[in-house]
């Protein structure tokens, strides 16, 4: 005699199917890899979806960057800045422009100094690498910087 699942366990499962199609659909891939002086980096984020998916990959990187410019009261993200990463020896570590408001790097650790170029204007950070705890630095031009090269993002 065969024996059927019960209608509990059918219903379970079928949940289970639903949310995982449904998670595999609202996922966006991540932006490609890119390498420059051999470190590996990507970056994007301009949609929605890709945004989020890079955040959520952020953890798993030595190094997140993030680009904005403040109009009143949200920030406009900002595109097609030039990067450059400089070690503690002044040495040039990773030199790219950024496709989108997020970068994410896979920096040895240690010190650097990241200077952010976009519209005619230059920023500087530094940030200290550590192995397990990734490090942020946000780049924040103020309103009005290439207003012709921005979009909104969230506020």
């Known amino acids: 005699m ?9 219903a379970v499962m079928l949940a289970t199917l639903a949310l995982g199609a449904g998670a595999a659909q609202a996922a966006a891939p991540l932006p490609p890899l890119q390498h420059s002086a051999g470190v590996e ?5 301009i949609g929605q979806d890709e945004a989020r998916a890079i955040e959520g990959a952020a953890r798993h990187w030595p190094l997140t960057l993030e680009f904005a410019v403040k109009d009143k009261s949200r920030a406009d993200f900002a595109a097609d ?10 040495h040039t570590a ?11 790097a896979r920096l040895a650790p240690g010190r650097y100094s990241v200077e952010a170029s976009f519209a005619g204007k230059t920023l500087h950070e530094k940030v ?8 942020k630095a946000v780049f924040l031009w103020p309103a009005e910087t290439g207003e012709s090269q921005v979009g909104q993002k969230h506020s």
Request: proline share 7%; charged share 20%.
């Open 94 to 104: 990773l030199d790219a422009t950024a496709g989108g408001p997020l970068f994410l």
């Open 2 to 10: 065969k024996t059927y699942p019960s209608r509990k366990l059918l």
């Open 41 to 45: 980096y990507l970056s994007g984020g």
């Open 81 to 90: 800045v030039k990067v450059l990463v400089r070690d503690a020896r002044g």
């Open 128 to 135: 200290v690498v550590k192995a397990g705890h990734p490090a």
